[in-house]
Nanobody, 125 residues
Framework: QVQLVESGGGLVQPGGSLRLSCAASGSIFSINSMGWYRQAPGKQRELVAATTDTGSTNYADSVKGRFTISRDNAKNTVYLRMNKLKPEDTAVYYC???????????????????WGQGTQVTVSS
């Protein structure tokens, strides 16, 4: 099947930077979009940034100008560069991918979303 494996989270001081990575693996035929969501304690999961297979991007207003999403299609990997981190950026960050899985023979499963296990980002002095 498909796995999304995230890395790069950790503890950083306010104003610092981190880069998250998420690699998708498995019987993937194509990936339509990849993105990052986050969930802070007591809050709903929210979109942070996303990118499509055509290269268009979308950011939450709270991270515009500070975070940059990028994608390596050859590696089925999406990155999130986070600069000027603030305490309110503290959350578990989840990778998301909308993709098509190759089945047996000429069968392809309908597109669906997959999620990573999450990586903790803590911004604190």
């Amino acid at each position: 099947q498909v796995q999304l494996v995230e890395s790069g989270g950790g503890l950083v001081q306010p104003g610092g930077s981190l880069r998250l990575s998420c690699a998708a693996s498995g019987s993937i035929f194509s990936i339509n979009s990849m993105g990052w969501y986050r969930q802070a304690p007591g809050k709903q999961r929210e979109l942070v940034a996303a990118t499509t297979d055509t290269g268009s991007t979308n950011y939450a207003d709270s991270v515009k100008g500070r975070f940059t999403i990028s994608r390596d299609n050859a590696k089925n990997t999406v990155y999130l560069r986070m600069n000027k981190l603030k305490p309110e950026d503290t959350a578990v960050y989840y990778c998301n991918a909308d993709l098509i899985v190759r089945g047996s023979g000429s069968y392809y499963y309908p597109p669906r979303e997959y999620w990573g296990q999450g990586t903790q980002v803590t911004v604190s002095s």
